[in-house]
Nanobody, 125 residues
Framework: QVQLVESGGGSVQAGGSLRLSCAAS????????MAWFRQPPGKEREGLARIYSGDGNTYYADSVKGRFTISQDNAKKTLYLQMHSLKPEDTAMYYC??????????????????WGQGTRVTVSS
């Protein structure tokens, strides 16, 4: 059974940084794509960034481009999201997601079929 476990969330002031981690129960290379999503309070889940395990190709939502960086460590079986210049509007529950199927994947949650339980990020002004 695949398990994805996020960690690293917390409270930070605007302008600060956090690094989220997502530990996988299996080898990351079994997932062709992994991604980070978030769901702000009272809003829909949105895709932030995804990485293709084949060549490390990354893709970002405009809302986080230049501030967030997705990466993975295959040896540690861990996906990361480094977040800089955090804003109050970044406050949300953050989720990692993964999919094994081939074919280009973007940032729609329907494209991913493995999900973690989430880690909460709160950014205060």
């Amino acid at each position: 059974q695949v398990q994805l476990v996020e960690s690293g969330g917390g409270s930070v002031q605007a302008g600060g940084s956090l690094r989220l981690s997502c530990a996988a129960s299996g080898d990351l290379y079994t997932f062709h794509y992994m991604a980070w999503f978030r769901q702000p309070p009272g809003k829909e889940r949105e895709g932030l960034a995804r990485i293709y395990s084949g060549d490390g190709n990354t893709y970002y939502a405009d809302s986080v481009k230049g501030r967030f960086t997705i990466s993975q460590d295959n040896a540690k079986k861990t996906l990361y999201l480094q977040m800089h210049s955090l804003k109050p509007e970044d406050t949300a529950m953050y989720y990692c997601a993964a999919v094994r199927s081939m074919g280009w994947k973007g940032l729609h949650q329907s494209e991913y079929n493995y999900w973690g339980q989430g880690t909460r990020v709160t950014v205060s002004s």
